[in-house]
């Protein structure tokens, strides 16, 4: 009896976390400008109006959960000047598979749709076109995010002028 008091209140106490960062994260979603797309025309269509910071993930993921209200404070600040957007790879399983995704989340910045395919602004502040140098896995920073959509900002004003 005293070997199961432990694995009980362990298992009560991850699923109280759960259930509070499920409901926080809905309230930052409905309250920010992220874009939830399921097909690349819908990524397509952004990025002609500027830089995309994009997060593949679900709902099930807990790390996914924990970088909403992140990615919620991002996106209205970044308003008008860069897209947020989300792809659930439960329900875009196919067009999620496209990026090659191997864990969730999996987040970067597409500054533009080229030739030969999108271009990325790297974790470096350098632009490429291999996702590999760009894409950050699990649960990251603002500041990293924020970085990124500043350098892919400024890169789009540079092509554009």
Do not use: H
């Amino acid at each position: 009896m005293n070997k199961l008091v432990l694995p009980i209140i362990v298992l009560i106490s991850v699923l109280f976390i759960v259930a509070g960062m499920t409901g926080d994260n809905k309230e930052a979603m409905e309250n920010s400008a992220i874009i939830e797309i399921t097909s690349a025309q819908e990524l397509n269509d952004l990025l002609a109006q500027g830089p995309v910071l994009m997060e593949i993930g679900t709902d099930w993921c807990p790390a996914c959960s924990s970088q909403k209200p992140i990615m919620a404070e991002i996106s209205l600040e970044y308003e008008g000047k860069a897209s947020v957007v989300y792809l659930n790879s439960d329900k875009a399983g196919a067009f999620a598979a496209s990026f090659n995704i191997y864990s969730i989340p999996d987040s970067f910045v597409i500054v533009k749709n080229g030739e030969n395919g999108y271009v990325y602004m790297g974790t470096d502040g350098q632009v490429t076109t291999d996702r590999n140098y760009a894409r950050y896995i699990g649960l990251t920073t603002k500041s990293k995010f924020t970085d990124l959509l500043d350098n892919a900002i400024k890169y789009r004003k540079s092509i554009v002028d």
